[in-house]
Nanobody
Framework: QVQFMESGGGTVRPGGSLRLSCQVT???????????MEWYRQAPGKDRELVAS???????DYADFVKGRFVVSRDNLEHSVHLQMNYLRPEDTAVYYC?????????????WGQGTQVTVSS
């Protein structure tokens, strides 16, 4: 059974840092390497939004609101993806979700983690 498990959330003061991790289990290494991986977040009362992505080819992209502050990375040997979050702001408060996506022919496979809470507050 494939599982995506986020960790690393918590409460931090404005300007602080957190490093989120997403550990993937139940997936063969070559399959994980073919997944495009993304981090989303959802704040109370708001839609889920894309924060950062890293493709199977290691191309990175970021939402404008985190550019210059967040860094996404992946470790295909460890089947994990990480989100280093620096200079955190109160508006970064949200549940952060790890998402994996892979297209095989006409079929798209999507996997989600259960989320990890990030709270930025003084």
């Amino acid at each position: 059974q494939v599982q995506f498990m986020e960790s690393g959330g918590g409460t931090v003061r404005p300007g602080g840092s957190l490093r989120l991790s997403c550990q993937v289990t139940g997936m063969q290494g070559i399959v994980f390497a073919l997944n495009d991986m993304e981090w989303y977040r959802q704040a109370p009362g708001k839609d889920r939004e894309l924060v950062a992505s890293i493709t199977h080819g290691h191309a990175r992209d970021y939402a404008d609101f985190v550019k210059g502050r967040f860094v996404v990375s992946r470790d295909n040997l460890e089947h994990s993806v990480h989100l280093q979050m620096n200079y955190l702001r109160p508006e970064d408060t949200a549940v952060y979700y790890c998402h994996g996506r892979r297209v095989v022919g006409d079929t798209q496979y999507d996997f989600w983690g259960q989320g990890t809470q990030v709270t930025v507050s003084s």
